[in-house]
């Protein structure tokens, strides 16, 4: 979420909310190469890199306006996921898991 704030412009963040990310991401094509993190406050790097493509972008935008209100803007969705303690799982494409 961070690294689509600076892509809005941090000088918008308020008016950017889980909905505005969705049109922003489809209207830019955006996909992402994010570095996983660990540790106690999620802020230890760990070396290795997660690729999301636009559709899984939109995949995980999409479950999260269902988790958290669509209308709050991205540090409050932030917040949210992090006391909320969401975590979200994409299985390859063309597999399937229950």
């Given at each position: 979420?961070?690294?689509?704030?600076?892509?809005?412009?941090?000088?918008?963040?308020?008016?950017?909310?889980?909905?505005?990310?969705?049109?922003?991401?489809?209207e830019?094509?955006?996909?992402?190469?994010?570095?996983?993190?660990?540790?106690?406050?999620?802020?230890?790097?760990?070396?290795?890199?997660?690729?999301?493509?636009?559709?899984?972008l939109?995949?995980?935008?999409?479950?999260?306006?269902?988790?958290?209100?669509?209308?709050?803007?991205?540090?409050?969705?932030?917040?949210?996921?992090?006391?909320?303690?969401?975590?979200?799982?994409?299985?390859?494409?063309?597999?399937?898991?229950?």
């Amino acid at each position: 979420m961070k690294k689509l704030i600076e892509m809005f412009g941090r000088n918008k963040v308020r008016q950017f909310n889980l909905t505005a990310a969705e049109q922003f991401v489809k209207e830019n094509d955006i996909s992402m190469k994010i570095e996983k993190r660990g540790g106690r406050f999620h802020q230890e790097r760990l070396g290795e890199f997660s690729v999301f493509s636009t559709a899984e972008l939109i995949t995980v935008i999409t479950f999260l306006k269902r988790k958290v209100s669509s209308h709050l803007w991205m540090n409050a969705v932030i917040g949210a996921i992090l006391n909320q303690q969401i975590t979200i799982t994409l299985s390859l494409e063309g597999n399937s898991y229950d």
